[in-house]
C-alpha cells in the first residue's frame, strides 16, 4: 500500500471526504500492524462552520486543525473515548475531516462502527494528535487494487477513488468507471443539532450498503 501524499489532503475538504472512502488507516504499535478500510466520514469546513471545533476560534485543543494539512487531529469526548479527524487543505483554514467508522481488515478487535469505537480498535488515543501522516507508522494508504495518480488541487468530484456519488437532492452523479465503483451516500453529521443551519448540511459521507457504518 502507498500512503497518501501531503497533496492529497491540501485540496477542498468535502472533496477529500468524499476520497477517504476505501482509503486504508494503517497503525503500527507494540510491533502490531493494525488496518481497517475507512467506510465512513463527516466533513468540517473551518471556523464559519458551527459544527467544527475550530468555530471556537485558536486554542490548545484546536490548534492542530489551523496547521498544515495532513496531521491528525485527535481529541477526547465524554472523558473516555478519542476521536480521529485529518487536517485539510492550507494551514489555517482550520478544517478537518472526522473518521467515523472502519471496516477491519487486518489485527482490529472490537466494533469500530463509530468514532470512538473505531479508535479503541485501532489503539489511536491522545498519543498520535498532531502526528504526521506521512509517517512510517500512522498513515492513511490506497489500497493495493486502486490506481495511484496525480492528485488534482482542482478535483470536484472524487478523481482517485472513482466513486459515484448518491445524494438525496441531486440523484446520482457517475464518475469515471471501474469494475466495482463505490456508491457513496451523503447525510446530516450526526450529534452537531447545535449547530442551527449547519447541522442540516449534507456532510456525512458513507458507502452505501456497508455493514459497518455507524448508526445515529
Avoid at 4 to 10: A, G, H, Q, T, V
Avoid at 54 to 64: E, F, I, P, Y
Avoid at 118 to 144: E, G, Q, T, V
Avoid at 174 to 200: F, K, S, T
Amino acid at each position: 500500500m502507498r500512503r497518501l501524499p501531503r497533496s492529497f489532503y491540501n485540496r477542498d475538504t468535502i472533496v477529500v471526504a468524499r476520497e477517504l472512502l476505501g482509503k486504508y488507516v494503517v497503525h503500527q504499535s507494540r510491533g502490531v500492524k493494525r488496518i481497517g478500510r475507512i467506510v465512513e466520514v463527516e466533513a468540517y469546513l473551518g471556523p464559519h462552520d458551527l459544527a467544527a471545533h475550530s468555530a471556537r476560534g485558536l486554542t490548545d485543543r484546536t490548534k492542530v486543525m489551523f496547521g498544515p494539512p495532513g496531521h491528525a487531529y485527535v481529541y477526547l469526548i465524554y472523558g473516555m473515548y478519542y476521536c480521529m479527524n485529518v487536517v485539510t487543505e492550507r494551514e489555517g483554514h482550520a478544517s478537518a475531516v472526522l473518521l467515523r467508522a472502519l471496516e477491519p481488515v487486518k489485527n482490529v478487535e472490537g466494533r469500530t462502527c463509530g468514532p470512538g469505537l473505531l479508535c479503541k480498535a485501532m489503539r489511536i488515543d491522545k498519543r498520535l494528535n498532531a502526528h504526521d501522516l506521512l509517517s512510517d507508522n500512522f498513515y492513511i494508504a490506497w489500497p493495493d487494487n486502486e490506481s495511484v495518480g496525480r492528485v488534482s488541487p482542482r478535483a470536484v468530484i472524487p478523481s482517485q477513488s472513482a466513486a459515484r456519488w448518491e445524494s438525496r437532492s441531486t440523484g446520482v452523479k457517475e464518475g469515471p468507471p471501474e469494475a466495482n465503483p463505490l456508491v457513496i451516500i451523503e447525510r446530516p453529521r450526526i450529534g452537531v443539532d447545535y449547530a442551527r443551519h449547519w447541522a442540516r448540511r449534507h456532510l456525512r459521507f458513507y458507502i452505501k450498503g456497508c455493514p459497518f457504518v455507524s448508526r445515529p
